[in-house]
C-alpha cells in the first residue's frame, strides 16, 4: 500500500506541476475560441480496462504496435492540432478530428480538460497510453499532457531517459526501489519489456508465435 501511496502522491504532485505552469501563461482558450472539428467515434472494443489488465498484457499488445507508431514528440503534435478546448460544459468526453486523417478523444474533468483519452491512426488503429505498460517509451509523457501548450513545456523540460534494451534479455533483470520509480514514471523506457513491480524485476516481452516463427 505504501507503493501505491507514493505512486499516486507522485503523480498528483506532476498533474498540479503542469495545471500550475498552465494556469500561469496565457489562457489556452483566450477571447477567440479554438477552433475544433468534433468526429463521431468508433465504438469502443469490448474487453478489460487497462485497470483490469495485467503489466504483461499491457507489455504484448503495445509491443505489437510499437513499430507503427511515430515518436511521441509527432504524437503530440498531433494531439494539439486538433485543439481541444480547455473546458467543455456539455460533456465528460470528446473525440476530435485532428491533421492528417488522425483523431483523438479527450477526457474533461467537470469540464477541464484533464487527460488525453485514446488515439486513432488514419488507417484505424486504436490506442491508448492508459493500456500501456510502465516504462513504454513516451506512455508517462501522453499521460503527463494536459492542454495544447504543454507539449513545448514538457519537450523543453525532458530529463535525460535512460533505455533497457529487454529484446535479448535472458531471465529476470533485477531491479531497485529507485529504478522501479524510474520506470513507472517515465525516467527510465524499456524496449520489448516490461516491469514485475511486486517481484523487483524486469522481463522480456515474449513474442508472439506467429511474429517468433
Not at 505552469?21 to 469502443?44: K, M, N
Not at 486538433?82 to 492528417?100: E, I, K, M
Not at 483523431?103 to 490506442?127: A, C, H, K, M, N
Request: negative net charge; hydrophobic residues 40%; glycine residues 8%.
Amino acid at each position: 500500500m505504501a507503493d501505491v501511496d507514493r505512486i499516486r502522491a507522485a503523480t498528483e504532485r506532476a498533474i498540479a506541476a503542469m495545471k500550475a505552469h498552465r494556469d500561469a501563461g496565457p489562457s489556452i482558450t483566450g477571447e477567440t475560441p479554438l477552433l475544433f472539428h468534433r468526429v463521431t467515434p468508433e465504438p469502443t472494443p469490448a474487453g478489460p480496462t487497462w485497470r483490469e489488465k495485467t503489466e504483461l498484457d499491457k507489455a504484448v499488445a503495445s509491443e505489437a504496435i510499437r513499430g507503427r507508431l511515430p515518436d511521441v514528440w509527432t504524437l503530440l503534435d498531433i494531439v494539439e492540432s486538433a485543439n481541444p478546448p480547455g473546458y467543455l460544459d456539455d460533456g465528460s468526453d470528446v473525440t476530435l478530428q485532428a491533421r492528417d486523417s488522425w483523431q483523438v478523444s479527450f477526457f474533461y474533468d467537470v469540464g477541464d480538460l484533464d487527460y488525453i483519452d485514446r488515439i486513432t491512426t488514419p488507417e484505424g488503429l486504436v490506442f491508448s497510453p492508459w493500456d500501456w505498460p510502465a516504462g513504454a517509451p513516451g506512455r508517462q509523457v501522453l499521460m503527463n499532457w494536459r492542454g495544447v501548450g504543454d507539449r513545448e513545456w514538457l519537450l523543453a523540460h525532458e530529463d535525460p531517459i535512460r533505455t533497457i534494451d529487454c529484446t535479448a534479455l535472458q531471465g529476470d533483470l533485477a531491479v531497485d526501489e529507485d529504478e522501479k520509480d524510474g520506470i513507472t514514471f517515465g525516467r527510465i523506457d524499456l524496449i520489448g519489456g516490461y516491469l514485475d513491480w511486486d517481484a523487483s524485476v524486469v522481463r522480456r516481452t515474449p513474442v508472439p508465435a506467429k511474429e517468433a516463427a
